[in-house]
């Protein structure tokens, strides 16, 4: 009976593997792309657990740098959008002293803008500035200044911004940093 039960069993599994559809799949198109796929392409998706405050002053301490990153979050925006026409546009000049003389101009023009409103930032403003800097364009304001002009005005520039305490080498890690996971968090719930 034990022998009988087995090979019905055998019988109903290898007959429902047999019966399976292979050309049942579903193709997807996606626009843009002229190939059907069987599957879609995902972007990586870093999630983050919601901010756990240890005490009551680590939570006055996260509004209060709520404040400053809103306050400071469009300079950096901007600086990542101006940065990426900046790069396309020095793609198309072909002479390198010509692109020295547009990043001077486009420098000038920048201070003149800029100079009174961002004077007006205080120092934790201006570090938390360089760090969504970092975010927003994946290098540092030092490498930027570096690259962009050269390495004597990158090392002015820092060792200007050392006398405010703030440094231009400065990164952004919010898996490892404590502020920079308070900013992200920020910037998450803010959706900007």
Known sequence: MRLFLCFVI???????????????????????DSIYKKEID?????????VEFENNQERIDYF?????????????????ERLTKLNLRLEKINSRRKQKKYTRM???????????????????????????????TGSTAFSLV?????????????????????SLKETYDPLNVREDLFIEDILRNSNL
């Not at 972007?43 to 983050?48: G, L």
């Not at 803008?113 to 360089?130: D, F, S």
């Open 106 to 136: 486009l420098e000038k023009f920048l201070q003149e803008e800029l100079t009174a409103e961002l004077k007006r930032l205080t120092r934790t403003e201006g570090q938390i500035l360089v760090k969504l800097i970092f975010r927003e």
């Open 10 to 32: 055998f019988i109903l599994s290898s007959q429902k593997i047999l019966s399976q559809d292979e050309n049942n799949s579903t193709y997807f198109k996606i626009e843009g």
């Open 146 to 166: 570096r690259e962009l002009r050269n390495g004597f005005k990158a090392f002015t520039y820092n060792t200007i911004a050392k006398v405010f305490k703030i």
């Open 64 to 80: 209060v740098l709520k404040r400053k990153v809103l306050k400071v979050y469009p300079y950096a925006k901007m600086a990542s």
């Open 42 to 50: 995902l972007s990586e998706v870093v999630i983050y657990k919601p």
